[in-house]
């Protein structure tokens, strides 16, 4: 599976994004997609994730109420709308891929299979 993370940028604190995750190489629905984001001299951290089919959906503390996953399936694509954004939200957005699990998402990189290449995503206050 290959992973294309997209829609990074710079942007004002209050300000909103969307990334996308575009998916290549297995059968989409079939594997939960994950978000994590790793800020300079920090470990990576998980921030949203979603199954296979999209009726589930997970988040971090941090972000609930302010970032929204969701994925669609026809488009092997994967988008992380991220709202009122925050100086600390800055960091590297990566999506991953979970092969062994098609409902719950780990929060654990560990867990994770395939990743993107990450999208910067910098917020100024």
């Known amino acids: 599976v290959q992973l294309q993370a997209s829609g990074g940028g710079l942007v004002q604190a209050g300000g909103s994004l969307r990334l996308s995750c575009a998916a290549s190489g297995r059968t989409f629905r079939l594997y939960v997609m994950g978000w994590f984001r790793q800020a300079p001299g920090k470990e990576r951290e998980f921030v949203a994730g979603?199954?296979?089919?999209?009726?589930?959906?997970y988040y971090a503390d941090s972000v609930k109420g302010r970032f929204t996953v969701s994925r669609d399936n026809a488009k092997n694509t994967g988008y992380l709308q991220v709202n009122n954004l925050k100086p600390e939200d800055t960091a590297v957005y990566y999506c991953?891929?979970?092969?062994?699990?098609?409902?719950?998402?780990?929060?654990?990189?560990?867990?994770?299979?395939?990743w993107g290449q990450g999208t910067q995503v910098t917020v100024s206050s």
């Open positions: 991953a891929a979970d092969f062994d699990s098609l409902v719950k998402a780990g929060t654990d990189p560990r867990e994770y299979d395939n």
């Open positions: 979603i199954s296979g089919s999209g009726g589930s959906t």
